[in-house]
């Protein structure tokens, strides 16, 4: 049919006279907007364009249901399916995956608006922010709620996010320690805003609060006040909620608050591994360089004391740690090591180091074992019972355990 059409319109050029599309329409069945194409394009027979399939749209319920339900941003999203799914950067593109999202309208992307950007020497300042009242439900519906202390250094934008589940002056003061302590040395300055826990306001006046000024001095070191809803002025530490946005893509994808923390570090470590968009690169490269900038810490002995009841252990071959005559259990990975006991309200934090171990609920009983501690325990002595034989040996021998009392 096509070679029909073209072979008339041959002839009407040959004799010189315009084609009668219309005519050509009722004896061919082809409309006429089509035999003009032909003409206009010498005869050529246009090949029909074939729409090709995104190679992301086998996960657009996914991604829609990762909007819809959770409030993650783009990267976050593209970050979840990757891992998921096991996709490396040339399967799966970030440039790619944003663009279709935005294609598909599948979710809306708002405005940026500009400010002017300033930079700092290495070593001179840390931003410093509360990310409040984040809630998030674990696979097996168990509500979680927290709060991350994020800073970020001025120079090379390293991130570090820190767990707590309160917001009082002392997580303020047991995060930014630990923060340091991270980073093996003091900036010269620390930025914030007007954290209720740092400052109180009276006739409107501010006025730093006792224990803050106290821990000024022990740690040389100034706590500066931003302005109330001046974001810009914090700008870096404030660029961190792009990362920690992707943690909401694990809304209902985790098993318990160890997994929620080892997801929080990664996330974290991601942050500091990728690419930064105004230096373009990594701030953990530009890291190295700082932190021969840094100052050193004071006496970590003296930093303790401002967190209660802090205990150090050595953990024996039971994974137990005792504190106040109730006993705490750790990975099989910390025996002989040591590791501290931070009690913040009715929970207690095992560190290693500055790594956060695991958080055990406060509780009457005399022996708290997690099963994954006790399991693995048993898996050392009893090479020869499968996985399934140890868990249910673990989950007897606990549930014999919860019957002894403390005191009794």
């Known amino acids: ?25 009722r004896r061919y069945g082809i409309s006429r907007q089509t035999i003009k194409k032909y003409h206009d394009e010498g005869g050529k027979v246009l090949k029909e364009r074939v729409k090709r ?34 996709y490396t950067d040339k399967e799966f593109n970030y440039n790619g995956f944003k663009w279709y999202v935005g294609e598909e309208g599948l979710r809306e992307q708002k405005k940026r608006k500009t400010h002017l950007r300033y930079e700092t020497k290495p070593g001179d300042q840390l931003q410093i922010d509360w990310k409040e009242d984040i809630e998030m439900v674990s696979r097996h519906g168990e509500v979680f709620r927290f709060n991350l202390f994020v800073s970020t250094l001025g120079y ?73 809803r001046t974001p810009e002025t914090k700008g870096k530490v404030e660029s961190a909620n792009r990362f920690i946005k992707r943690l909401y893509a694990y ?61 150090t252990k050595t953990v024996p071959n039971t994974l137990l740690v005792s504190f106040e005559g109730r006993e705490y259990s750790v990975p099989r990975s910390y025996i002989n090591k040591r590791v501290r006991l931070i009690p913040i309200d009715n929970e207690l934090y095992i560190y290693y180091n500055t790594e956060l171990v695991v958080i055990h609920k406060m509780s009457n009983k005399k022996f708290n074992y997690k099963q994954e501690h006790y399991a693995t325990g048993l898996k050392g002595t009893l090479t ?24 009794k």
């Open 1 to 25: 049919m096509q070679r029909n059409i073209i072979g008339a319109l041959y002839m009407y050029d040959e004799i010189g006279i315009k084609p009668n599309y219309s005519e050509l329409e």
């Open 53 to 86: 399939v995104s190679k992301y749209a086998k996960h657009k319920d996914e991604i829609e249901e990762l909007f819809s339900t959770t409030s993650t941003n783009i990267i976050g999203a593209f970050e979840y399916i990757k891992e998921k799914y096991n």
């Open 156 to 228: 090379s934008r390293l991130h570090n996010w820190v767990y707590s589940v309160n917001r009082t002056t002392e997580d303020f003061i047991r995060c930014l320690i630990e923060v340091f302590n991270r980073l093996g040395g003091v900036t010269n300055k620390i930025l914030t805003d007007n954290m209720a826990v740092i400052v109180s306001i009276k006739n409107g006046y501010k006025k730093k609060h006792k224990i803050i000024k106290q821990f000024e001095n022990d740690l040389g070191v100034s706590i500066g006040l931003t302005k109330t």
């Open 251 to 311: 809304d209902g994808n985790f098993e318990d608050e160890n997994e929620l923390i080892t997801i929080i570090k990664k996330i974290n470590s991601d942050a500091n591994n990728q690419n930064n968009r105004t230096t373009n690169i990594p701030p953990i490269e530009l890291f190295k360089k700082e932190k021969e900038y840094l100052s050193m810490l004071p006496n970590k002995l003296m930093l303790n004391t401002y967190i209660s009841n802090v205990a």
């Open 384 to 407: 020869k019972y499968s996985d399934d034989e140890i868990n249910e040996m673990a989950k007897q021998n606990l549930e014999l355990l919860g019957e002894i009392k403390y005191g």
